[in-house]
């Protein structure tokens, strides 16, 4: 009894203090423990790693291990990034984790056994630095994995929480145990820490990652993308902030090595040495700590992104200015302070807001590649730096400060250039989002984002307002709610739905009074975040408010709490067990058996189904199954998108087929939208296992440009290459779509050159065959003229898509915006902008691929083909059996059947073979057409 009050009160404070929920608190503590082992393992290790490295090799060998660990880590995480999709994440894990704990043990063996060899100590610095890396990354990685991403927008903060605890318990131990048991034991104790998360690890992963299906696996994992340095490279947003991180670790180098030569010269003996650093890593965690609770929000706010990236640098400055006078210990801690304390607070919020307004998709990316590549790369160079600075030309630490001076100079350049290209960002961002007609574009202009934003809210068009609201979820900024809390009365529904998400990620100030009207709402989604802000926010009193909502006298608003119990219960066992979800939706199931009134059956049965979608109960699917074959348009529909809701590969097939049906097509592309990137895959498996239709393949282009992500492109990519041209045109039509509405999503410009260059050879291949039955249709007999005919139409519409699909392709490699206003002059009735287009053309292309498509281009606008054509383009005219064997190669089933047809009517004895080869066809249509050639060949 007493252990329960205790929970209850714990769980209390959690709720109160974190706004941890029912079904979180076994996760957050879970992922809280594993990266606190990481990081009190990491700061046991450190101190002393650095102790025993500057003792046995001295400070001026440690330019060179910074390069070693730069090298390193570049081949490691290439390495990582390789075979992360093949190997299971937990082995991985499991790996890495057991390893590092034996090669502790293995370490502290070889120390007391006798003095090792430098190389022993360049590799415990070198292993210590990659496993930082690889191990932290690895549990952010489970964590996107055991929190969907509304829970992770609460919860990562008090998971972080668990690092800073880490960090500080970790140093100061090291500082108290280290002169009392030495160094090197204490390496034996980060080892047995270590151990500790391999059973932490193993039974987060059981009971929290191993229950997902494969597709909620993918959509909660996010890749680095197939080209890292181009995404940047196209972006100076981005190129800005890299260099900003890789100037920032240059310094940082520079001011480590300043802070080890000046510790290692003031403490000799090895163990103190390990406990002075112990003592001040976790002192400048604690310093961070405080800074970040009271400093960081007033800062940032206040003066904006632009001078908080000024922070940093400036105190280094300055620093090193101090340093160049009074080079001694205290000096070097201030520096050091100065570096970790700010970089871990002022700067680093500082630096995720500049990739705010950045799609969250090529953000992630971004950040990933920079936090690994970036960061190592400059590691290195910050090496090479001080090797040049202290073996080459013999400076003292004193005067390494001197190359400080330079570079906070660079950094700040670029501070400023990222502070602009960050204003101009968020505005494109929100011209997009205008309403047409709407002039005003409220948008950042001044040194604070917030200010902006908050301009939008009060005085933005609607689709601003929205994007806005959007962004509010994920920077979790409270100084937004003073302009949010308006919205909730707001004309339009989908801004007060929206407003309501925004406000459900603050667990204060508590608005419970002003939400509570908005349940009986006229607008059902508004009702349904209504129900679900009062359960999110309603603590001890969740129950009896559900039960108050769920025996309302008003259906609708009863409805709207089963849906927004559901909402609240996604994924989460512990929370359908307290909302008694199951119970309830079996009690509807059965009560609604025994409603006459159909109107009142169908708001119920509304409900149900949209409740089975979002909470994604798997025992009630079969339930969904039924409903999809119901008579009903309107349920089939809402069992389509909650199917979608589900992610389960289970209903990708059924999706699929919905997709060959008219009235069903809206709704299945838009449950494939919300299953997410991590449908791609099932749907390549469907088409390459031939279970999905031509029909549906065609719509397959549509779900993939709604969802945005770099998996879209490499699918669309893929669909380029589909046997029938429909399918190929609708690929590019949506990757045109795609490089317009988000211009970071990185498409490989060799790859595009290499389709425009294939598909100019089979224009000027088709043009040859047209060219040459054409000429031979006035020689023919009635029968085999018709026939050829209907050849002749196919390839002069084969002539259309294949330029069609040149100038999509161009539009992948050059702005589509000015590729494709070409293309639609090109087709105009008037020659002036017919032969405007081509010349402006002309000047954007260049070199081979100028050389390739402009002749074809000229072409396109002939009326006729003559002979002089003919022989400009250089093109061999092919005799009537090679023309046959050439487009019976094509992909274009009708083609293949107006050829066969043709060779029917001709009865050509030497087509026989050809023939032939066609009538054990795949395609029975194709097989058909063969046979019948056949005979008419053999009864010639």
Not at 306 to 315: D, E, H, I, Q, R
Not at 323 to 338: D, N, Q, R, T, W
Not at 477 to 505: F, G, K, N, T
Request: glycine fraction near 6%; aromatic fraction near 8%; charge should be neutral.
């Amino acid at each position: 009894m007493k252990r329960s009050v205790l929970e209850d009160h714990f769980k209390r404070f959690l709720r109160l203090a974190f706004d941890i929920r029912e079904g979180e608190y076994g996760r957050a503590l879970l992922m809280q423990l594993n990266i606190f082992l990481v990081i009190l393992s990491l700061l046991i290790v450190k101190p002393v790693v650095q102790a025993l490295f500057l003792s046995n090799v001295g400070v001026r060998k440690l330019p060179v291990v910074f390069i070693l660990v730069a090298a390193v880590a570049m081949v490691v995480s290439s390495l990582y990034a390789r075979y992360l999709h093949r190997i299971p994440l937990k082995t991985i894990m499991h790996w890495t984790i057991g390893s590092a704990a034996m090669a502790q043990v293995v370490l502290v063996i070889l120390l007391h056994v006798g003095p090792g060899g430098v190389w022993l100590y360049y590799a415990f610095y070198v292993a210590t630095a990659i496993f930082g890396v690889v191990a932290t990354s690895q549990i952010w990685i489970l964590a996107n994995l055991v929190f969907t991403n509304r829970e992770a927008t609460r919860l990562f903060g008090f998971i972080g929480a668990g690092a800073i605890a880490g960090g500080i318990t970790g140093g100061y131990l090291t500082s108290a145990l280290a002169p009392l048991v030495g160094a090197e034991n204490l390496v034996m104790l980060s080892a047995v820490v270590l151990a500790g998360c391999i059973p932490v690890t193993s039974y987060t992963w059981k009971t929290h990652v191993a229950p997902l299906n494969p597709l909620q696996h993918r959509n909660r994992l996010t890749t680095f993308g197939d080209h890292p340095i181009r995404l940047i490279r196209k972006s100076r947003h981005l190129v800005y902030l890299a260099s900003i991180v890789g100037v920032g670790v240059i310094v940082a180098k520079l001011v480590d090595y300043q802070f080890s030569a000046l510790a290692a010269s003031s403490i000799e003996d090895s163990d103190e040495l390990a406990a002075f650093f112990g003592f001040w890593f976790s002192t400048f965690n604690v310093v961070s700590l405080g800074i970040q609770l009271f400093l960081t929000r007033r800062i940032v706010g206040v003066y904006g992104v632009g001078v908080s990236l000024f922070v940093l640098p400036a105190t280094l400055l300055f620093g090193a200015m101090v340093l160049l006078v009074f080079p001694v210990l205290a000096v070097g801690i201030f520096m050091k302070a100065a570096d970790v304390t700010l970089k871990q607070s002022i700067n680093k919020s500082a630096t995720e807001l500049l990739a705010l307004p950045l799609p969250a998709t090529i953000k992630y990316q971004a950040k990933s590649f920079i936090d690994i590549f970036v960061d190592s790369a400059a590691t290195g160079i910050g090496g090479l730096l001080l090797i040049f600075m202290v073996s080459g030309l013999d400076l003292s630490v004193q005067m390494t400060g001197l190359l400080i001076l330079p570079l906070a100079g660079i950094w700040m350049y670029f501070a400023v250039g990222v502070r602009s290209e960050y204003v101009n960002t968020f505005k494109r961002k929100l011209t997009d989002h205008m309403e047409s007609g709407k002039r005003t574009e409220p948008g950042p202009d001044s040194e604070s984002i917030v200010q902006g934003l908050c301009r939008v809210l009060q005085v933005g068009a609607e689709r601003q307002r929205l994007y806005v609201l959007r962004k509010a979820v994920e920077l979790h900024e409270d100084r937004l709610i003073p302009d949010i809390l308006p919205l909730l009365s707001h004309e339009s529904p989908a801004i007060r739905a929206a407003a309501l998400d925004a406000m459900y990620v603050f667990p204060s100030p508590d608005i419970s009074d002003m939400v509570a009207p908005l349940v009986e709402d006229d607008h059902y989604d508004v009702q349904i975040r209504a129900v679900a802000y009062l359960i999110g926010h309603a603590g001890h009193r969740r129950v009896a408010l559900l039960d108050h909502y769920l025996q309302h006298e008003d259906e609708i608003v009863n409805c709207a709490a089963l849906v927004g119990i559901a909402v609240e219960s996604r994924d989460n066992r512990e929370m359908v067990k307290l909302f008694k979800l199951e119970q309830r939706l079996h009690d509807k199931l059965h009560f609604i058996r025994m409603i006459e009134d159909a109107d009142l059956r169908f708001r119920y049965e509304r409900a149900i189904i949209r409740a089975i979608g979002r909470a994604n109960l798997e025992s009630f699917y079969p339930v969904l199954d039924n409903y999809l074959e119901e008579d009903h348009s309107e349920l089939v529909d809402l069992a389509l998108v909650a199917a979608g809701l589900t992610a389960h590969t289970r209903f990708t097939p059924v999706l699929c087929r919905a997709l060959e049906h008219a009235k069903r097509r809206p709704a299945a592309i838009q449950a494939l939208v919300q299953s997410g990137k991590g449908v791609f895959p099932e749907l390549l498996r469907l088409m390459a296992d031939g279970e999905v239709s031509l029909e549906a393949v065609r719509q397959f282009p549509r779900v993939a440009e709604r969802i945005r992500e770099q998996e879209a492109v490499a699918f669309l990519l893929k669909l380029t290459a589909h046997d029938d041209i429909t399918v190929q045109i609708e690929a590019l039509r949506a990757l045109n779509t795609l490089r317009l509405k988000e211009p970071l999503l990185v498409i490989e410009h060799k790859k595009v050159i290499g389709l425009i260059v294939r598909d100019a050879a089979l224009y000027l291949d088709t043009l040859a065959a047209l060219y040459a039955e054409t000429h031979r249709v006035d020689s023919d007999t009635p029968a085999v003229a018709d026939a050829r005919r209907s050849l002749i139409v196919l390839l002069e519409r084969r002539l259309d898509l294949i330029l069609e699909r040149i100038f999509r392709l161009l539009g992948l490699k050059y702005p589509p915006e000015e590729i494709l206003p070409i293309y639609e002059g090109i087709q105009s009735s008037s020659a002036d902008l017919r032969t405007n287009s081509v010349e402006y053309l002309g000047s954007l292309l260049f070199g081979n691929l100028k050389r390739v498509v402009l002749p074809i281009v000229e072409t396109a606008l002939l009326q006729t083909v003559t002979e002089e054509t003919i022989r400009l383009l250089k093109i061999d005219i092919p005799d009537q059996r090679t023309c046959f064997s050439m487009l019976l190669e094509s992909r274009d089933v009708k083609l293949k059947q107006a050829v066969l047809y043709l060779i029917e009517q001709l009865g050509d004895p030497g087509c026989l073979t050809l023939v032939q080869s066609f009538t054990s066809h795949d395609n029975p249509r194709i097989r058909d057409f063969a046979v019948r050639a056949e005979e008419a060949i053999q009864a010639s």
